[in-house]
């Protein structure tokens, strides 16, 4: 074999050999919005496998969330700490937070980093379920919280006091005050700063210590699928709101009008899908029963003629029952203003022009039956001395004149029915 071909294969195999080292390996990204609800769970449980299974140098979570579910929270952290592969929090990008569950998600991962105008804290639990819990159980509850974020913060080598004054006292930082006092370990601009700024970093992972080389990282985006979207939207509490109206709404209908179909499957079905939705949120009850008690309210204003009175007690308690529906001190876990208005706006609207057009037909002149004939005029078809013959409404009547005769062709107008017998007199000239 010549010299020059026996090069050749061994540079070949010396690049083979080299080609992992040279190819940096990839760094899978996946971006949190919103709840931290059992959907979210799923998404990050499944992203930490996908990345462990497709040998990727780091996950990167990109958060941006109000809170959510406590239950939801912890199984994310426990799947975090537990992971294979290390766990990059980035909370981004600019304007984001990681508010209550966010901030355990944050402390337990092994780098923390966040992007300019971002803020984390205010951890304290609340309720889900509604109803007021009693001081030793809120007090239980708050001590667990405050001993877990604790532990995350203690393994992750993280200020444990400000992680339990988070829970606590509701605490709160930006960005530079996060760093400042080691909550965080640093702010980049975006993800190529964060793939640079992580680079050198040595973390612990269950498998033993991890050198992370990200500067030259491609980024492996992990897309969510079309059912994980959809249930994500559904889970927004605007949106679950009115999914519920909705449902209401629709079964309404259906009950007011058996047999049309198509209110009490759409209202079946948003009904459904907002009970989900009220599972991964803080629902009070106490808001719920004042919503339903406003539709009955309004209902009954169809069945009895109040003068408005149930109206107006049904708007204004359906409006107080949005304002309590879900029981949280985030804003992004309550029903917007600009929700409430109108869709509370279109239903008394709908009910109102129910409760007229009921009105308008009780008090309506009957068109059909004998009662429908009273006041209709007609022609004589003989002369009526006082009996003859009319022709009104495309009929020929027996008929008598009550005040003188009527000739034949004259105007006459009914003025009463008895059986079969017309009484009618002479129909006055316009």
């Known amino acids: 074999m010549r010299p020059c071909v026996i090069s050749i294969l061994a540079f070949l195999l010396v690049a083979v050999g080299l080609a992992p080292a040279w ?42 969330t109000p809170g959510g579910l406590e239950r939801s929270m912890r199984s994310i952290v426990q799947k975090m700490l537990n992971a294979e592969v290390p766990v990059v929090v980035y909370v981004g990008p600019t304007g984001a937070r990681a508010a209550s569950a966010g901030v355990f998600i944050t402390m337990a991962a092994h780098v923390a980093a966040m992007a300019p105008a971002t803020n984390i804290g205010a951890a304290h639990p609340v309720a889900v379920g509604g109803g007021q819990i009693d001081k030793e159980s809120a007090k239980k509850i708050t001590n667990d919280a405050a001993a877990f974020a604790r532990t995350i913060a203690t393994e992750r080598g993280r200020n444990a006091d400000w992680a339990e004054k988070a829970v606590r006292a509701s605490v709160s930082a930006t960005e530079r005050e996060a760093v400042k006092l080691k909550v965080v370990d640093l702010i980049a601009d975006n993800i190529s700063d964060l793939l640079v700024k992580i680079d050198g970093k040595t973390v612990k992972t269950i498998k033993g210590s991890v050198r992370l080389q990200t500067a030259d990282a ?163 078809r003989s002369p009526l001395t006082p009996a003859g013959e009319v022709f009104i409404q495309g009929e020929l009547w027996r008929a ?31």
């Open 23 to 64: 190819a940096a390996q990839p760094v899978s990204l996946i971006q949190i919005e919103g709840v931290i609800s059992p959907v979210a769970l799923r998404l990050i449980s499944t992203a930490i496998d996908r990345a462990q299974a497709e040998r990727a140098q780091a996950l990167i979570i990109q958060l941006d």
């Open 218 to 380: 491609p980024v492996k985006k992990v897309e969510i699928g079309f059912r994980d979207k959809f249930l994500t939207l559904i889970t927004d509490p605007n949106v679950a709101y009115i999914l519920m109206m909705i449902g209401m709404l629709g079964l309404f209908f259906e009950l007011s009008n058996p047999g049309v179909v198509l209110p009490g499957v759409m209202g079946g079905i948003s009904l459904i899908l907002a009970f989900f939705a009220f599972q991964t949120l803080p629902i009070n009850y106490a808001g719920l029963l004042l919503i339903l008690f406003g539709i009955i309210l309004l209902i009954a204003e169809i069945k009895v003629v109040s003068h408005g009175v149930l109206t107006i007690g049904g708007i204004v308690s359906m409006v107080l029952g949005s304002l309590m529906l879900f029981d949280a001190p985030e804003a992004d876990l309550r029903v917007s203003w600009w929700v409430i208005i109108p869709t509370v706006g279109t239903t008394a609207a709908v009910f109102a022009f129910a409760v007229t057009a009921g009105v308008r037909a009780l008090y309506q002149k009957p068109s059909t039956g004998s009662y429908g004939l009273v006041g209709q005029v007609g022609v004589a």
């Open 400 to 430: 008598v004149a009550e005040n003188g005769a009527v000739a034949e062709g004259e105007s006459v107008k009914v003025t009463a029915v008895e059986g079969l017998t017309l009484k009618v007199t002479k129909a006055t000239e316009p």
